[in-house]
């Protein structure tokens, strides 16, 4: 492992979390899940907002985490809900087992903790869905417990504060240990917030703003000219290719034929258009036989395509028209199959992918 700056001693880590304090009480950002400056933070806004910002957008879950809680205003309320309507309001979130998760971890509180959250981190990585960061942010930022969530906001900061050279993932031990060396014992939430703020504003990416940053005068990777190439990433491989068909099946009332996914795995539990396997080969003339009733096939010209985590994705889509009296075939897993109204599907635990399955065959 190279050696990083972390070797050299940094000012006095109260006088930085001090400067650090002073720009986050001018500067900080004003987001619906944040307490306002003198008021206690409410520990479920503080999960709820860390579940829904894990690998998404404070852009993208602004709105749907104020539906979220419009609706579901407290974990009692979460609790009771069906997991299929919490499916439905995280659709276009991706990463579906945080909902399954948030659920899960809604009746573990309310029924075994007496509706309220756990206030240590060691305690609240009891919880489903819990990790090592959700339980470091909700305990300093809930609770005030001295701990250090390390977001990649705040892994950005730290490895150019003390340019840590070492590639992620490798790095990250180091620089977590970095983080909690830093991390002071009053306002450990406000110090987390605020180091979360400067990654999202001022120590971005690309093109930071190192003559706005109020630790430029400790940062060791301004300091060497390496700030804006760190954190240093190994580079990862292409993802593979792998390829299905999917069938959408129009009842002649105006019904589509969707089936649920199992609870464990990709997608768990939402719903889904009837399809194939995804596999590496491409699919050919015996993709029919998995088709979820037997009728006249029509496959749509183009392919739709969905990139996860860990491969891409291609569907060719094949389109029917049937009657009320259609039948399901074995291949359709009766069981987990239902139609649904066309009038009903924006309301539907349909992730993306399925909707752009759905808004390829009708658009043809």
Known sequence: M?????????RDRTGLAETLFAWYDRERRDLPWRAAPGTKP????????????????????????????????????????????????WAGLGYYARARNLHACARVVSREHNRKFPTTATELRKLPGIGGY???????????????????????????????????????????????????KDRPGDFAQAMMDLGATICTPRRPACGLCPLRPDCL???????????????????PVRRGAAFVALREDGAVLLRERPLRGLLGGMLETPSTPWVEAAPNGAALEHAPVEANWEEVPGLV??????????????????GADAALTEAAQP????WLMRRDLADAALPSLMRKVLAHAFSK
Not at 335 to 338: F, I, M, V
């Open 2 to 10: 190279q050696r990083s700056g972390s070797a050299r001693a940094l």
């Open 42 to 89: 409410d520990p479920y806004k503080v999960w709820l907002s860390e579940v829904m910002l894990q690998q998404t957008t404070v852009k993208a879950v602004a709105p749907r985490y104020a539906a979220f809680l419009r609706r579901w205003p407290d974990v009692m309320a979460l609790a009771a809900a069906p997991l299929g309507d919490v499916l439905a309001a």
């Open 134 to 184: 959700t339980a470091a942010a909700i305990a300093a930022i809930a609770f005030g417990e001295r701990a250090t969530p390390v977001d990649g906001n705040i892994e950005r900061v730290v490895a150019r504060l003390f340019a840590v050279k070492t590639p992620l993932p490798a790095a990250k031990s180091e620089i977590e240990a970095l983080a909690e060396s830093l991390t002071p």
């Open 221 to 239: 990777g301004l300091a060497t000219g390496l700030a804006e190439a760190l954190p240093h990433k190994e580079e990862r491989g292409e993802r």
């Open 305 to 322: 395509t969905h990139t996860f985590t860990h491969f891409h994705l291609e569907l060719a889509v094949y389109r029917t028209e049937v």
């Open 335 to 338: 069981e987990r199959c239902r």
